[in-house]
């Protein structure tokens, strides 16, 4: 994937693309970032948390701003990461609509299992009405990303959307199933992008 492919949403964002973090390997694909581009456009989220700082951020950050009002907070475990987003938040004057939380990864336990996910300590005791999840990464441990839901449930606001990128991996389609065996009321949907997601309406149905 180039930044080529990028200037698109950059375009109908309003958004410099010599200043996006982004590297090839690491950012969103353009096809999820269309989906919570088009969802934060649309549904005005007051409050967004994201998992796994980044391009991610700079966008959603700039649908707060376009849509005048919404907040998003990103948990960051590399404080290289972070302080990279940081600055492009600010270079985008989008400082205002995001705030980069320094989440360095901490032994969990989450049913009966031991997992290295973010830190919540600094995370505000807030309802959340869009979650995305784009880390922690996968080499981080087995169904790296499972702990979201249930660590995260108790915040998410009725009528909350999740988004979870990479979910054509066979260790987040294991991942989905342990989540749809524990939240059976979540209704699902798997969309066939590039890397696949996994979308999960909380009190939607
Ligand atoms: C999939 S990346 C998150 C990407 C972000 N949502 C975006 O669209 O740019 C998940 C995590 O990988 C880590 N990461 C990012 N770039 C990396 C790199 N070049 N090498 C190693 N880890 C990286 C960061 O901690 C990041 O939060």
């Not at 995001?98 to 300590?121: C, E, H, K």
């Not at 505000?124 to 995260?152: C, E, K, N």
């Not at 009528?159 to 342990?178: I, K, N, Q, S, Y």
Request: net charge negative.
């Amino acid at each position: 994937m180039s930044i080529e492919a990028y200037q698109p949403l950059c375009d109908r964002l309003g958004l410099d693309v010599g200043i996006i973090p982004y590297t090839p390997k690491w950012s969103a694909a353009p096809d999820f970032l269309e989906l919570i581009v088009e969802h934060a456009l649309t549904h005005k989220p007051a409050t967004i948390v994201e998992c796994g700082s980044g391009l991610t951020t700079v966008m959603l950050a700039r649908c707060c701003a376009v849509n005048d009002g919404g907040r998003l907070f990103s948990l960051e475990n590399g404080a290289e990461f972070a302080a990279q987003t940081r600055d492009a938040l600010a270079g985008s004057g989008l400082d205002a609509f995001s705030t980069v939380i320094d989440a360095p990864l901490a032994m969990q336990a989450v049913n009966g299992r031991d997992f290295q996910w973010y830190a919540l300590d600094d995370l505000a005791a807030i309802d959340i009405d869009m979650l995305v999840i784009d880390g922690p990464p996968g080499f981080i441990q087995r169904h790296s990303r499972y702990p979201a839901l249930p660590l995260l449930f108790d915040r998410l606001a009725a009528g909350c959307t999740v988004f979870m990128d990479d979910a054509a991996r066979p260790d987040e389609r294991e991942l989905v199933g342990m989540w749809q065996k524990e939240f059976p009321a979540i209704e699902q949907e798997y969309i066939g992008n590039e890397r696949g997601c996994a979308v999960l309406r909380i009190g939607q149905s």
